[in-house]
């Protein structure tokens, strides 16, 4: 089967860190670009990180320094680190496979005190 699984949202409050992660299977995790998306109501989905099969990394600016993304392609898994949050990051997350064009089903994360 075919599928992204994210998991790893909640609530945290403002300063405090979550760890996304996106669990792949049916998929050549290892030669696809993987990248984190984020969605807002009202608002369109945005690019938050990316990462290549050989681990370059991109970042919106708006968590550059405070958001890391990695993978495992052992373990078909990428993640998103993030770290001094702020209620801004209010968000529903996404896993999106760019290169194959599948999207997880999302997980929401919510930073407010």
């Known amino acids: 089967q075919v599928q992204l699984v994210e998991s790893g949202g909640g609530l945290v409050q403002p300063g405090g860190s979550l760890r996304l992660s996106c669990a792949a299977s049916?998929?050549?995790?290892?030669?696809?670009?993987m990248g984190w998306y984020r969605q807002t109501p009202g608002k369109e989905r945005e690019l938050v990180a990316s990462?290549?099969?050989?681990?370059?990394?991109n970042y919106a600016s708006s968590v550059k320094g405070r958001f890391t993304i990695s993978r495992d392609n052992a373990k078909n898994t990428v993640y998103l680190q993030m770290n001094s949050l702020k209620p801004e990051d209010t968000a529903v997350y996404y896993c999106?496979?760019?290169?194959?064009?599948?999207w997880g089903q999302g997980t929401q994360v919510t930073v407010s005190s």
């Open positions: 999106h496979d760019i290169s194959f064009g599948l």
């Open positions: 049916g998929i050549i995790f290892s030669i696809n670009v």
């Open positions: 990462v290549t099969s050989g681990g370059i990394t």
